[in-house]
């Protein structure tokens, strides 16, 4: 069912919330993200602010890919590096403050990006 896909999605809009990481092909550029919050909201739109100044804003949306994977789709947009996040991201572990992400492509380039839910 799609239960799953709903319930990420209700996790998600409840609040701001962090990069906590993203490694890039064992590179950590977490830092790069220091300060910034991310805040998803219905009809897929998500807003990125700093110090309550919104930065950029692009869409995001939770569902169920090809072979039943849960896939997190974030698009902000190519440049700087909020653009690195823009991917299709396969979703591995879910909890009521963290959401980790993974990807990675035909190259095996491989990607981890974790948000937690801003205190």
């Known amino acids: 069912g799609e ?4 319930e990420i999605r209700n996790i998600m809009l409840g609040g701001l919330w962090n990069v906590a990481l ?3 092909e064992g590179m950590d550029t977490t ?3 220091a300060g910034m919050d991310f805040g998803f909201s219905m009809f897929n ?3 990125v602010s700093v110090n309550d100044d919104p930065i950029t ?3 995001w949306r939770i569902l ?3 072979g039943e994977n849960l896939q ?3 698009n902000l947009g190519d440049a700087d590096a909020l653009g690195e996040l823009t991917e299709a991201w396969y979703v591995t572990e879910v909890a009521a403050d963290r959401i980790e992400l993974v990807y990675e492509d035909e190259n095996v380039n491989f990607k981890t990006l974790v948000f937690e ?3």
Do not use: I, T
């Open 3 to 6: 239960g799953d896909v709903a």
């Open 22 to 24: 993203y490694d890039d």
């Open 31 to 33: 830092v790069e993200y």
């Open 45 to 47: 739109q998500v807003e």
């Open 57 to 59: 804003a692009g869409v």
């Open 64 to 66: 169920r890919g090809d």
């Open 72 to 74: 997190f789709y974030l």
């Open 117 to 119: 839910k801003k205190m």
